[in-house]
C-alpha cells in the first residue's frame, strides 16, 4: 500500500503494547521510515550513565543532550542507534540503560531538546514515529494517531519472551520493573504517557499483530482519501 501523501503517523502507548513491532511493519508496507524515539531517550541515558552525570540532573543533561549526535537509521525491524557515531543498538536494550532511560525522561528541559530533534525527523511526512508523546506534543497535528494498550501482565509478558529465556522468577522481576517504568512514564509532569484526544484506542491483549497492522492500515486508507 502506498499513500497519496506522505503522512506522519503517531504510535504510543506503553512499554510491551506492541509499538515497535507495529510500527515497523507499517512503514515497510507504507515505504515509510520507521522511528523509534524512545532509542533517543535511551541513548542519552548511556551517555549520562557512562559520563557519569547525574540522572537527576534535568539541566545537566540538557547540555550534555546539546553536544551529543544521536542518530536513527531505520532498518527492517526497528532502528540502528548511533550515539556520536558509535553503533549502541544492543547496549540501549539493556535493563540499566532502559531504567535510566525512563528516568532522565522526566526533565522537561531535556524533552525540549529531544522533542525539536524529532519534529525535525518528521518534518517531511512520510514517518511512522513511535514513542509516549509523540501525538501529544511532538506532532500534536500527526494525520494519523494511534494508542496501543494491553494488559500488563501479557506486555511483561511479550518482553520475557523477547529477551529468550524464560523462568517464573525473570517473569516476576520484568512485571515488577514493567509496572515501576509505566508508573514513572504515566505520571511525570512533563508530556506524560497519554492517549491525544484525538488518538484511536487499539487494546493488543487478545490481537495479533497482523491484526492490529491491518487495522491501523484501514485508519491510514480513510485519513489518505479526505
Ligand atoms: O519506548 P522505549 O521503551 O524505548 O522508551 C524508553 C523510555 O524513554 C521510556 O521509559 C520513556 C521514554 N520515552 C519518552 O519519554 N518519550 C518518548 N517519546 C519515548 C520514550
Keep these: 500500500m502506498s499513500t497519496a501523501r ?4 503517531a504510535i504510543d502507548g ?18 515509510y521510515v520507521n522511528l523509534e524515539s524512545g532509542a533517543m531517550y535511551r541513548a542519552l541515558a548511556l551517555k549520562a550513565m557512562e559520563r557519569q552525570v547525574s540522572l537527576d540532573d534535568g539541566e545537566a543533561l540538557r547540555e550534555l543532550a546539546d553536544g551529543t549526535a544521536i542518530e ?17 543498538s544492543q547496549r540501549i536494550r539493556d535493563t540499566d540503560v532502559t531504567a535510566a532511560a525512563s528516568r532522565v525522561s522526566i526533565h522537561p528541559r531535556l524533552r525540549e531538546v529531544m522533542v525539536g530533534r524529532q519534529r525535525e ?11 509516549r508523546d509523540i501525538g501529544t506534543a ?7 494517531k494511534i494508542f496501543l494498550d494491553a494488559d500488563e ?4 509478558e511479550r518482553r520475557v519472551l523477547q529477551d529468550g529465556s524464560h523462568s517464573p522468577e525473570k517473569a516476576q522481576r520484568v ?3 514493567l509496572t515501576a517504568r509505566d508508573q514513572r512514564d504515566r505520571t511525570r509532569l512533563a508530556s506524560p504517557l497519554a492517549a491525544a484526544p484525538d488518538a484511536v484506542h487499539i487494546d493488543t491483549t487478545h490481537k495479533s499483530i497482523d491484526d492490529v497492522v491491518a487495522e491501523v492500515e484501514q485508519l491510514v486508507k480513510k485519513v489518505d482519501r479526505r
Design 175 to 177: 512485571l515488577a520493573e
Design 153 to 156: 501482565s501479557v506486555r511483561a
Design 6 to 9: 506522505k503522512l506522519v503517523i
Design 121 to 131: 525527523l518528521g518534518l517531511d511526512g512520510g514517518v511512522v514515529m513511535e514513542g
Design 72 to 88: 536513527l537509521e531505520p532498518r527492517g525491524e526497528g532502528n540502528r542507534v548511533l550515539l556520536d557515531g558509535r553503533d549502541v
Design 14 to 31: 506503553p512499554a510491551g503494547s506492541g509499538k515497535s513491532t507495529i510500527a515497523a511493519r507499517l512503514a515497510k508496507k507504507l515505504g
Design 138 to 144: 511532538v506532532f500534536p497535528n500527526a494525520d494519523v
